[in-house]
């Protein structure tokens, strides 16, 4: 269920000192994208919760979002590239179609994300967790997926062209051709089944 955007739901706060400080660009931001403001480009939304919201849209390119927890929103067609989502929750979220080219999320968390279509050309996965996550159509051109977990991850027709994927988990994941396998393993990816 995807809640409606509230500036008064408890949903958006998290207790602490710290993020007090935070809660009146949080509140500024929210404001804003309700407004129809969707150009939000290099904000620092570091360690924010922002769950099952929809941001369908929203420009977030050179954004900082270490650490903010956006599981199960909807942020499809969106731009995302070369924003700072490294230990981001994107649990069971809808990043269709989403510009994330040259975006780190190492160590993010991706699980059931439904990735289709997304261009994440350069990005950094460096241990991600990608497990179950759909990347059907993706372009994952020069990514950085060493020590990503895609296990019963979705992969049908993605481009893996020039990507490190040493030590990538690849138990389970479908949509892979023969030659796809071969390359993955011949490139340090394990638990490939061919």
């Given at each position: 269920m995807i809640m409606k955007l509230s500036l008064n739901s408890p949903i958006f706060f998290r207790q602490g000192l710290s993020n007090q400080r935070q809660v009146p660009q949080l509140n500024d931001f929210l404001r804003r994208y309700?407004?129809?403001?969707?150009?939000?480009?290099?904000?620092?939304?570091?360690?924010?919760?922002?769950?099952?919201?929809s941001l369908r849209g929203i420009d977030l390119s050179d954004a900082v979002l270490c650490l903010t927890m956006l599981e199960g929103s909807i942020l499809a067609d969106s731009n995302f590239?070369?924003?700072?989502?490294?230990?981001?929750?994107?649990?069971?979220?809808?990043?269709?179609?989403?510009?994330?080219?040259?975006?780190?999320?190492?160590?993010?968390?991706?699980?059931?994300?439904?990735?289709?279509?997304?261009?994440?050309?350069?990005?950094?996965?460096y241990g991600a967790n990608l497990k179950g996550a759909i990347l059907a159509h993706a372009k994952l051109t020069e990514v950085n997926l060493q020590q990503a977990d895609l296990e019963n991850s979705h992969l049908f027709r993605v481009d893996l062209l020039n990507s490190h994927v040493n030590s990538a988990v690849f138990a389970g994941a479908t949509g892979l051709t023969t030659p796809q396998k071969k390359w993955l393993q011949s490139k340090g990816a394990i638990k490939i089944l061919l």
């Open positions: 309700q407004s129809g403001e969707r150009d939000f480009r290099g904000i620092d939304l570091s360690d924010e919760s922002l769950s099952w919201i590239s070369r924003a700072n989502l490294s230990r981001v929750d994107l649990t069971a979220t809808n990043l269709k179609r989403c510009n994330l080219r040259g975006a780190n999320m190492s160590c993010a968390d991706l699980r059931g994300a439904d990735l289709s279509c997304a261009d994440l050309t350069g990005a950094n996965l």
